[in-house]
């Protein structure tokens, strides 16, 4: 049985990590994502799970030891935000360099500088080619439900790659919305034990992790790191159609909101979907035909299928929550406007920067993003494809 | 959308406000409806402005944003109606609520002209009388639930009960306290 709660999206995180019950958990707190280890600490403290939690100095030091514990044949993961994924940066190419699987709870905050502790997506889409599997959220349902199938796609044996499970800081991550949680059995059942193939502890078949590379070897490994995420989308349609079983609630690789017929559409991620959910329903009472592509799976990019999903579309806008600097918009917009060339499709795409730093985005701003559209539709030209949203001038 | 309440709160950093906006979307959702509470930080220290969020409604709520044209205000702080512009897009089917000693006369000057309703309670008041310390937020709930009349008297103060003995497990002494403010604050509320 379902149980009906209200939860903040750390708290959400915080009891879908309880009712895994991982094995190693090391941490070093930092707004807005601190929440997540405070109340694991007392998941720890009243003997509700038998993790290792390891408070160490920083989070240079939570990501290296998460990846030994992972080495050494443990399921195992830490969480942070902003500066604290920066300062991961180093390990997290060590990790998914030597494949291991292991899970980071990452709630979105701005990169300082000016320094800012609001949401935007800087910080995991500056880690988007570290070797990650990257999810995000739209709510704190989300958060949860993805972090409760994180381990199931990370640990299979055709991935064996480290997953961040992505929700927007402050928005999601502090705000108490309705939740149903599952039982803890039907998580642990659905998580399943960890047996990792090859582990440092294990004495009947000694193994090297991370060892040099020389250039005879580092091409072939770096491919093989690839090999791993070739396979990512089939595994998390698999998990998601297994995850619909215990919970009823459907996931793919990207959610599609009123496109069967949208003449227009939005691309985005995080919780700004839900305000443009808002916005759909009223332009459609207009007889627009609106409609959205809310990315779930960004890494690996789920590009063919997005390309087939706005095969239809006249005119599409690429959202953006942080900057690319390359004059020309943002790493999503890069993405979408690849696929969209690779599939010959012929929509006219443009590219919006939105939400730096926390900037609130209103269901009337979303209005105006689909209002642009139409006028793109109309006059056949897409004008300014690198456009910022909400900015005060 | 017609059964959408949207509620901020203005109040100062370390006084509750926040606090008072997750315990409200909590009491409503054990009455059944869909809630979102969630607060809005400037910079983190005591003393600071800062604003909280309610949304409570009988269908599903996916706005993630702040809000800007309320059904109701709550001011925690009235030293805020001169630092912050409480009432900007404030619907005036709705109404206001101030904590304050002062009159309701005195302070409808301080509104900018605002032409709903306005309420005031001395959560001050309540607060020691019921509690020996000051703790606004307490008060504030019971009169902004009575004020927008979100639930009946009864339903509030036994969900409440509820919340209370959950919350304050390790320091039950306290929850009597908190119990009579709220009862306190829903006869004083003017």
């Not at chain 1, 297994?242 to 995080?270: H, N, P, Q, T």
């Not at chain 1, 305000?275 to 959205?292: C, F, S, V």
């Not at chain 2, 036994?158 to 009862?183: C, T, Y």
Request: net charge negative; proline share 4%.
């Amino acid at each position: 049985m379902a149980k009906r709660d209200r939860l903040s999206g750390n708290e959400a995180v915080a009891i879908a990590l309880r009712q895994i019950n991982p094995d190693v958990f090391p941490a070093f707190p930092i707004t807005p994502s601190t929440e997540i280890p405070q109340y694991f600490a007392s998941f720890v403290a009243n003997g509700q799970v038998d993790t290792e939690f390891i408070p160490v100095e920083s989070e240079h030091s939570s990501m290296s030891a998460a990846i030994g514990a992972s080495a050494a044949g443990a399921r195992s993961l830490t969480a942070t935000s902003s500066c604290g994924l920066a300062y991961m940066w180093e390990e997290l190419y060590i990790a998914a360099s030597n494949r291991l699987p292991l899970a980071l709870a990452l709630v979105n905050r701005a990169l300082s500088g000016p320094i800012n502790i609001n949401c935007d997506h800087s910080d995991s889409m500056g880690a988007r080619d570290a070797g990650w599997i990257q999810m995000y959220a739209e709510n704190n349902q989300e958060a949860y439900d993805n972090m409760v199938q994180a381990y199931r796609i990370s640990e299979h044996k055709d991935v064996r790659l480290p997953i961040m499970i992505c929700q927007d800081g402050f928005i999601t991550s502090h705000a108490v919305e309705n939740i149903e949680l599952l039982e803890d059995q039907d998580v642990k059942d659905f998580v399943g034990e960890y047996h990792p193939e090859t582990y440092l502890l294990n004495p009947d078949c000694p193994a090297a992790v991370g060892p040099y590379s020389i250039t005879d070897y580092y091409m072939e490994a770096k491919r093989n790191q690839a090999e791993g995420m070739k396979h990512v989308s089939q595994v998390v349609l698999d998990v998601a159609k297994e995850f619909e079983g215990i919970s009823g609630r459907a996931y793919g690789l990207f959610e599609e909101y009123c496109m069967e017929d949208a003449e227009m559409a939005v691309v985005m991620i995080g919780s700004a979907a839900g305000t443009t959910k808002d916005a759909i329903d009223r332009l459609r009472e207009k007889g627009i035909k609106a409609g959205l592509i809310k990315i779930r799976l960004y890494r690996p990019f789920p590009a063919s299928e997005i390309a087939e999903a706005l095969k239809t579309v006249k005119a599409v806008a690429i959202m953006d929550r942080a900057e690319g600097y390359t004059n020309h918009g943002g790493p999503l917009g890069a993405d979408v406007m690849s696929a969209l060339y690779r599939a010959h499709a012929d929509a006219l795409a443009v590219n919006y920067i939105y939400g730096l730093g926390g900037r609130d985005i209103r269901v009337e701003d979303m209005e105006g993003v689909f209002e642009a559209l139409k006028q793109i539709i109309e006059e056949g030209d897409a004008g300014e494809t690198y456009r910022y949203l909400g900015l005060r001038e | 959308m017609s059964n959408l309440t949207e509620i901020r709160w203005h109040g100062r950093g370390g006084q509750g406000a926040k606090t008072a906006a997750l315990l409200l979307a909590d009491v409503a959702f054990q009455t059944g409806k869909y809630v979102q509470g969630f607060p809005e930080y400037g910079p983190e220290r005591m003393g600071a402005p800062i604003t909280a969020y309610n949304r409570i409604s009988d269908t599903v709520i996916r706005a993630h944003s702040n809000i800007y044209d309320p059904e109701y205000v709550v001011v925690v702080d009235e030293s805020l109606l001169e630092a912050v512009d409480v009432t900007g897009g404030l619907k005036k089917e709705g109404a206001i609520l101030v904590n304050t000693s002062r009159s309701k006369e005195e302070i409808i000057p301080h509104l900018k002209g605002y032409e709903g309703k306005v309420y005031t309670i001395d959560a001050h008041k309540v607060s020691m009388a019921t509690m020996g310390r000051y703790f606004p937020n307490t008060p504030l709930l019971a009169a902004i639930v009575k004020v927008a009349g979100l639930m009946d008297q009864e339903t509030f103060l036994r969900e409440m009960r509820a919340s209370f003995s959950h919350k304050f497990a390790s320091k039950p002494e306290v929850i009597d306290g908190n119990m009579a403010a709220l009862e306190m604050a829903f006869k004083e509320v003017q």
